[in-house]
């Protein structure tokens, strides 16, 4: 087991200002451990001292990251694909069953001490097995979901960049075109990376292919989403409900959002487990051991 000299900060956030000034000021310091919360811009990647030669994120999403300008300088950056995989999953099949089975009405309901009484008409959801699931992006975690739908006995489908192999997709079936997808979905989870060219795919033209009373869940990246676009198919009825774990500005969301009793809200909470957080933290440690050793660290992604 490799040992560090850390310096941690523990007991405060430090914004990449400050980051950049701790390591200047300390120049035995050769990595740089940070979370997703820290915007390494080209500028910051410049002033890094030179002496930094890695620097390991505590994520799988590298969006916070200019990677181009990290190559540039010849500086390592690493993130920790698969070991959030299943914790993320979960969520996202709880954020769906939550969504489709009005549970945050439910609770509030019992947190005001229930007393009233439901006729057999009221308070209905909708049903999860046998439902078609929509999955946008069949990538780890995506398979995951589709591994877990298949428990309640629902169809797959999925449009991805490319279509999986016949052991991986597990008879779920394969959309090349995403608005040629989107009819058929009864359920819509986004597991898709995020850039530019998926900046808003899920918008007022794509929220309105789906059937009626469809419902959105979205673990993967706020940006996918135009939530004004979103707002408007809850409010309206366009859509039955939605999961959201990620928000285009986080924590600053939308609050509106959480005025809407067909919303189930989660504070961008997909990796959060104790197995899963110490996995992400032991791998971002073992990149760090083996670029400093001389190495090419194996969650390489510039």
């Known amino acids: 087991m490799t040992e560090f000299g850390a310096l941690l900060s523990q007991d405060k956030e430090m914004g990449i200002e400050e980051i950049v000034k701790t390591v200047q000021a300390h120049p035995h310091l050769e990595a740089v451990l940070i979370s997703s919360r820290v915007k390494l811009g080209s500028a910051a990647i410049e002033a890094l001292p030179t002496q930094i030669k890695i620097v390991a994120s505590c994520s799988v999403g590298t969006e916070h990251v ?3 300008a990290a190559q540039a300088r010849g500086l390592a950056i690493t993130n920790t694909p698969d070991v959030l995989t299943d914790a ?7 954020l769906l069953l939550c969504a489709a089975r009005r549970a945050r009405q439910y609770a509030q309901i019992m947190d005001r001490g229930w007393r009233e009484r439901f006729g057999l008409g009221d308070m209905l959801g ?4 046998g439902a078609t699931l929509g999955i946008l992006g069949m990538g780890r975690i995506g398979q995951a979901v589709a591994r877990r739908a298949e428990g309640f006995g629902m169809k797959v489908v999925y449009h991805n960049r490319k279509r999986l192999a016949p052991e991986q997709e597990r008879g779920a079936t394969y959309y090349g075109d995403l608005p040629a997808m989107l009819p ?3 359920f ?3 597991h898709a990376p995020g850039g530019a060219g998926a900046n808003g795919i899920i918008n007022q033209e794509t929220l309105a292919l789906l059937p009626p009373d469809a419902v959105l869940v979205n673990t993967s990246r706020g940006q996918l989403v135009d939530e004004e676009a979103l707002y ?6 366009r859509l039955a409900a939605a999961g959201l774990d990620v928000f285009r500005n986080e924590p600053e969301y939308d609050e509106r959002f959480s005025a809407l009793p067909n919303v189930f809200l989660t504070p961008h909470m997909g990796s ?4 899963t957080r110490n996995a992400m933290g032991f791998r971002c440690l073992d990149n760090i051991a083996v670029c400093l050793a001389g190495g090419n660290p194996p969650d390489r992604v510039a």
Request: aromatic share 4%; with cysteine.
């Open 66 to 68: 200019d990677l181009a």
């Open 88 to 94: 993320t999953a979960d969520m996202a099949f709880m």
């Open 126 to 129: 909708i049903d999860v097995s």
């Open 184 to 186: 058929h979905c009864q």
């Open 188 to 190: 819509l989870s986004l």
């Open 232 to 237: 408007q198919a809850l409010t309206t009825g």
């Open 272 to 275: 959060a487990t104790k197995k």
